[in-house]
């Protein structure tokens, strides 16, 4: 069974400070890997993907891949109130099945 | 409109009842999904069609049966549904690329289904 790992939290960071959000996965052939956010009765929205290793960057959200720990991560820099939410962790697992395999979600609170 | 929509947003049946989610896409996209999520568990795929053709069927039970009459719309078919099938029920879609679902997927807002 493919897994995609998340702390639950909720995990909490200042106003201004770094959020750092972790994700493990199970299946060593994956290949795509993504974050959602979603807020609180909302549907998710797509806020990075990244495929390669190593980080990729977009504004205050970097996305940091680590195949070979099998680990994604998203470091989210200047956190605001308006960044509280549920991130989830997706990952794209073997292509010829084209399934996308979701985290169960960390729920992030930034206190102003 | 723009994006993915879902119709209705909230939905309340009986389990007798039958009833029909739908989904519409106006981003170009031809595959489209089904997931359900439920409180404190990961988001579940359902049913996945890529050009209107079923290519996933998550061993959902029968009393959901999808539909898919072109790329941009999609129907989730209900009857006598059971109390654990209350939950958000959403929609995606993304573009296929070399023949294979690419992998940004873009959500609608979901219908909150409670079945009493």
């Known amino acids: 069974q493919k897994e995609v790992e998340q702390n639950s939290g909720p995990l909490s960071v200042p106003e201004g400070a770094i959020a750092s959000l972790n994700c493990t996965y199970s299946?060593?052939?994956?290949?795509?890997f993504f974050w959602y956010r979603q807020y609180s009765g909302k549907s998710p929205e797509l806020i990075m993907f990244?495929?390669?290793?190593g980080d990729k960057e977009d504004g205050r959200f970097t996305a940091q891949l680590n195949k070979a720990s099998q680990y994604v991560s998203l470091l989210i820099r200047d956190s605001q109130p308006s960044d509280s939410a549920t991130y989830l962790c997706?990952?794209?697992?073997?292509?010829?099945?084209?399934?996308?395999?979701f985290g169960p979600g960390t729920s992030l609170s930034v206190i102003p | 409109e723009t994006g993915v929509t879902q119709t209705p947003r909230h939905l309340v049946m009986g389990m007798t009842n039958k009833k029909s989610l739908k989904c519409e896409q106006h981003?170009?996209?031809?595959?489209m999904y089904w997931y359900k999520q439920s409180a404190k568990k990961p988001l579940e795929l359902m049913f996945v069609?890529?050009?209107?053709?079923?290519?996933e069927n998550n061993s959902v039970p029968s009393r959901f049966s999808p539909e898919c009459p072109n790329s941009s719309h999609l129907f989730l078919h209900l009857h006598t549904l059971q109390p654990e099938d209350s939950a958000l029920y959403l929609c995606?879609?993304?573009?296929?690329?070399?023949?294979?679902?690419?992998?940004?997927?873009?959500f609608g807002p979901g219908t909150r289904l409670t079945v009493t």
């Open positions: 990244i495929y390669s290793n």
């Open positions: 995606a879609s993304s573009q296929v690329v070399g023949g294979r679902a690419s992998y940004e997927q873009y």
């Open positions: 981003l170009g996209h031809n595959a």
């Open positions: 997706a990952v794209m697992g073997n292509p010829l099945y084209d399934k996308v395999i």
């Open positions: 299946d060593r052939g994956s290949q795509s």
């Open positions: 069609y890529n050009f209107k053709e079923q290519t």
